[in-house]
C-alpha cells in the first residue's frame, strides 16, 4: 500500500465510520473501484482506533463520568443506581455479543464476508431496515430507559457489523430506533458501545500490519491519523444533523450504492472476492 492509497483510504474510514452507510463497505468498494488491493480486516480494524479515538474526544466528559461512575460501583453500593455507572455496565454487556462472534468467525470475517455480492446486499437490505425503524419507531426513550435486554439488543445488532455492508452505527442505531429510542441518545450509545469492541479489534489486529498480504506500518498510521481528524468533524455534524432531521438521505444513498455495485459486479467490472475484473 502506498502513501497516497493509505491518505485516500484514510479519508474514506473517517467520513464513512459514523454514518450509517459501512465504512468496511466503503473501504472495501473504494480500493476495488481504484484498482488497488482489498485492504482487509487488519487495516480496517486498525484504522477505526483512529475513529474511537475522535469518539473519546468528542465524548469525552460523557465518558470521564461512565468510568468514574463504574468504577465506584465496584465497591460502593450506592452508586450502583447512579446512571452513568449503569450505561458502563451495560456497555460491558453490549460488547459481549460482538466478542463472542467475532472470535468465532474470524475466518469468515478475513475472506467469505467480504465478497462485493454480500456488501451489496447488507447496503440495499440494512438501509430498507434503518427506513423502517427511522420511519414506525418511537421517540421516547433515553439512556436512562436503557435495560439488560436492551443493551444486548443493542449489542447483537452490533455484531451484525462484522459483514461488510451492514454499518456498525447503521445496526446499531437501527436496534435503538426499533425499540423507541430517540436519534441523538441510540446514536451516542451506538458510539459509546463501539469503543471496547473496536479497541479491542484493533489491538488484536495489530500483530498483523506489516505482515503478508497487510499493509505496512507507514501508510497505516497515516489512515489512522487522518480518520482520528476526519471522523471527529463527522461526528459533531452527524450529532447536529439527527436532532433536526431523519435518516432518509443514508438510505437512499445505501439503496443506490448497493444496486450500483451489483451492477458492477455482475457486469463484469468488479471481481467480486478481489477489485478489477481479472485483477
Do not use: C
Not at 61 to 87: C, H, M, N, Q, V
Not at 136 to 143: I, M
Amino acid at each position: 500500500m502506498g502513501w497516497f492509497e493509505a491518505l485516500v483510504l484514510g479519508l474514506v474510514q473517517g467520513l464513512t465510520e459514523f454514518l450509517p452507510i459501512s465504512s468496511s463497505a466503503h473501504l472495501r468498494v473504494t480500493a476495488a473501484l481504484a484498482g488497488w488491493d482489498d485492504p482487509g480486516a487488519a487495516f480496517t480494524a486498525v484504522t477505526q482506533i483512529g475513529t474511537e479515538l475522535a469518539v473519546v474526544l468528542f465524548f469525552a466528559k460523557k465518558i470521564g463520568r461512565i468510568l468514574t461512575g463504574w468504577f465506584y460501583s465496584l465497591y460502593k453500593p450506592e452508586w450502583r443506581d447512579d446512571p452513568d455507572a449503569r450505561l458502563g455496565w451495560l456497555i460491558i454487556i453490549g460488547t459481549l455479543p460482538i466478542g463472542v462472534l467475532g472470535l468465532l468467525l474470524q475466518d469468515q470475517i478475513d475472506t467469505s464476508f467480504r465478497d462485493l455480492r454480500i456488501t451489496a446486499t447488507m447496503l440495499i437490505v440494512f438501509g430498507v431496515i434503518l427506513w423502517l425503524a427511522d420511519t414506525y419507531g418511537k421517540n421516547e426513550r433515553t439512556l436512562d430507559h436503557l435495560t439488560v435486554k436492551h443493551g444486548l439488543a443493542f449489542g447483537f445488532a452490533q455484531a451484525l457489523a462484522l459483514i461488510p455492508g451492514v454499518s456498525r452505527s447503521g445496526g446499531t442505531t437501527s436496534a435503538g430506533r426499533l425499540m423507541g429510542y430517540q436519534r441523538p441518545e441510540a446514536a451516542e450509545y451506538s458510539f459509546l458501545l463501539a469503543l471496547p469492541a473496536v479497541f479491542t479489534s484493533g489491538l488484536f489486529k495489530l500483530k498483523d500490519v506489516g505482515g503478508e498480504n497487510s499493509p505496512e506500518w507507514g501508510p497505516t498510521i497515516l489512515a489512522t491519523l487522518v480518520a482520528f481528524g476526519v471522523g471527529y468533524v463527522v461526528i459533531a455534524w452527524l450529532m447536529s444533523y439527527i436532532k433536526r432531521r431523519s435518516f432518509l438521505p443514508f438510505v437512499i444513498y445505501r439503496i443506490v450504492l448497493g444496486i450500483v455495485l451489483f451492477g458492477l459486479v455482475f457486469g463484469g467490472v468488479l471481481d467480486p472476492n478481489a477489485g478489477p475484473a481479472g485483477h
